[in-house]
């Protein structure tokens, strides 16, 4: 006969079903930490990360805001068109000359990036002669060592390789948009095709394989230089940069520890 | 090319002024009024909630006719409070891999377990355990599609004996009490979605958790206030004034704290004046005058604080039809007052760029998923599902058990 159906054995097996489902979300997590260490999107096949620490270093005095770095990034990536889809773009800083008579050591700041600076700059707006100082300031993802877009994705589609990228799994992502708000350097968008982040990947298919990423295979000056840090070559530019440089980071004061180190930054840059 | 690309750069790109990122150039913030009504929605939830267990935990008898209802309005948002999340993302088909395989040290995944043990544990536990006697006696007398709803709702328990309902008081009055920090938890995780984001210095705050728990807590007792009032009304029943007054009581000091610490996070920002004040002055003067300083701190905050206080000082020369109706107004402003407040957050939060040098517009549309209509549909939609839950489960027709806290969900009809 089969035992009467009690209010103690309804909520012990509604309570055996509740811990049967909970065992669920942590067998799946553990299956897609081990996916996400031995692939990432876009890799060579037999690329092993955790032999790798990729960096990138700019050199803002080099660069002469000739966009093809955004250019090439937006072939090379398949970044969708239009004046608010970018992994990397350039930023033109100009600052007057100060008024006289006003006590201050520098004029105004004007900040620009039309289309991201892909297809070069304007004649600044104002007079040359009233420019106290004027350069351009690459950017693309800072490779933060604590990734604040890593840290909040609620369901790990965006992570850090153990190389250093920081990656988006397309396939992965919910399009919750959370990376994008968390990002402190508006790296990252919304790709309205595949409805999800994107982002900077250091051209991952590229650099797995041996190559450079776009964006520094075209710079003409050689302002972005590329790098692995587990496999310094002696004399390679990058070593050479580092010697030869006092190296700033992007908002340093939020603790990210970017990967991504410029030389010749303004205290205006942000 | 260079001129046709301006040209589709003027079109494209939303007034802005200053310079913002690149990617922070689209004509609407990523996050729009959906993600507005989801702390709102999850908000209201926490507050009814909190409402529902003054009686149950603190045992305020006076409230004792609004303890189902609240409970029932807390259930009708709670199931509606994930749908505007859903809407907006960009794949949600994808949704539940926030809950399969989700990463422990996101505010959002995290929001989902919460969600879901407030949900069954909490919310789905008190109402059965509380309504089950009298499931149980609906089952027996009701015929039809609501007897088929009652006994499949007693889940085949059907003891009524006295030992049984003894134990179904102490389960409803033990999930209280742990209901109690997991509604704190449930809307201190929505305020920590915004609150963990360093990046943004006018969500990145420490306070921000805090603050949505205690404006959530406002905003649902004037949901419960409005309820109550519309509820009575359609039923031509007379308010219970001393359960009304208990409840504006409450609603006052609630909203002192609430405004203590919201000005306590003014102050604090204005004070230490850090990086991106200047742009959030401008925000605060500029593009968020109507919200802010007319939606949330006159007509959410100082308007019913001094109504509500002054009820509180001066409640036996005021008429009961004038006291009716200043509750009543006071909960509306209120109401509106906290929605004021989660756009302020949510959209004043995106209407800068993160560069600082630089703000961006917001017009919001009609039409499409983040449209205002489709805003008001979310919005009038756990709305809907208490007309059906309170039909169900708050019918005049069906007699209430006795062993309830509450005598009666209903008000005694007048004289």
Not at chain 2, 205 to 230: D, E, K, Q
Not at chain 2, 389 to 415: C, D, I, N, Q, Y
Request: a positive charge; glycine letters at 8%.
């Amino acid at each position: 006969m089969k035992p009467p159906l009690t209010r103690r054995r309804v909520l012990g097996k509604l309570g055996a079903a509740l811990a049967g489902l909970m065992t669920l979300p942590v067998a799946r997590t553990v299956k897609a930490a081990v996916q996400k260490l031995r692939v990432a999107p876009g890799a060579a096949k037999g690329y092993d990360p955790t032999q790798h620490r990729w960096v990138m270093a700019i050199d803002v005095n080099r660069c002469i805001g000739c966009g093809l770095c955004a250019e090439a990034c937006k072939k090379e990536n398949r970044v969708p068109e239009g004046p608010n889809y970018f992994r990397t773009w350039i930023e033109r800083y100009i600052i007057t000359q100060p008024k006289p008579g006003s006590a201050v050591a520098r004029g105004e700041v004007l900040v620009d990036s039309p289309n991201g600076g892909m297809n070069g700059f304007p004649e600044p707006p104002v007079k040359r002669e009233s420019i106290q100082h004027s350069f351009f300031v690459p950017k693309l993802c800072n490779l933060c060592a604590h990734s604040p877009c890593a840290q909040v994705c609620p369901v790990g589609a965006t992570f850090d390789a153990p190389d250093g990228a920081v990656l988006v799994d397309p396939k992965y992502c919910i399009g919750c948009g959370f990376c994008i708000q968390a990002c402190p350097y508006g790296c990252r968008f919304f790709n309205p095709y595949t409805r999800t982040a994107d982002k900077c990947s250091l051209c991952y298919h590229r650099i797995t394989r041996g190559l450079r990423p776009a964006c520094v295979e075209v710079c003409p000056t050689e302002a972005r230089l590329f790098g692995d840090l587990k496999n310094p070559v002696a004399d390679e530019a990058l070593q050479k940069f580092y010697a030869e440089n006092r190296v700033q980071a992007l908002k340093p004061h939020l603790g990210t520890e970017p990967r991504v180190v410029y030389a010749g930054l303004d205290k205006e840059v942000s | 090319m260079t001129n046709e690309l301006a040209q589709v750069v003027f079109e494209v790109m939303p007034q802005f002024e200053g310079f913002v990122y690149p990617n922070e150039a689209s004509p609407h913030p990523l996050w729009g009024v959906l993600i507005v009504l989801y702390p709102y929605i999850t908000g209201l939830v926490a507050g009814a909630f909190i409402m529902a267990s003054l009686v149950r935990v603190f045992d305020v008898k006076p409230l004792e006719p609004v303890y189902r209802l609240s409970l029932l309005t807390a259930l009708a948002f709670l199931l509606c409070a994930t749908l505007p999340l859903l809407f907006h993302l960009g794949h949600p088909e994808r949704c539940f891999a926030i809950m399969m395989t989700p990463h422990f040290s996101s505010p959002m995944a995290m929001f989902g377990f919460v969600y879901a043990w407030y949900l069954m544990a909490v919310l789905l536990l008190e109402l059965w355990f509380d309504y089950r006697q009298d499931f149980v006696e609906w089952s027996k007398t009701e015929t039809g599609w609501r007897g088929i709803v009652y006994r499949a709702f007693t889940l085949g328990v059907t003891d009524e004996s006295d030992a049984a309902v003894k134990l179904d008081l102490k389960a409803g009055r033990f999930l209280s009490i742990i209901g109690i920090p997991s509604a704190f938890l449930l809307h201190g995780y929505v305020g920590f979605i915004f609150g963990s984001i360093k990046a943004n210095p006018w969500w990145g705050n420490v306070l921000m958790p805090i603050i949505f728990i205690l404006s959530a807590i406002v905003s649902g007792i004037a949901l419960c206030v409005f309820n109550y009032m519309v509820l009575t009304w359609v039923r031509r029943r007379t308010v219970e004034m001393r359960c009304l007054d208990t409840m504006g009581m409450f609603l006052f000091y609630a909203l002192v704290f609430d405004a203590a610490v919201e000005a306590l996070d003014w102050i604090h920002r204005v004070y230490l004046a850090e990086e991106g004040f200047q742009v959030m002055q401008y925000m605060a003067r500029e593009k968020l005058f109507y919200t802010l300083s007319i939606g949330q701190a006159l007509i959410g905050t100082l308007l019913p604080l001094l109504i509500l206080g002054a009820l509180q000082l001066w409640r036996k020369r005021v008429p009961e039809l004038i006291r009716r109706r200043l509750y009543f107004g006071s909960a509306v402003m209120i109401l509106i007052g906290v929605l004021a407040m989660r756009w302020n957050v949510v959209i004043g939060g995106q209407l800068f760029s993160k560069s600082l040098r630089g703000v961006m517009g917001y017009k919001l549309e009609f039409a499409g998923v983040e449209g205002w209509f489709m805003g008001l549909v979310l919005l009038a939609l756990p709305f809907v599902i208490l007309v059906v839950l309170v039909k169900l489960f708050l019918s005049e027709r069906l007699p209430t058990s006795g062993h309830v806290p509450h005598r009666s969900s209903v008000p005694a009809k007048a004289g």
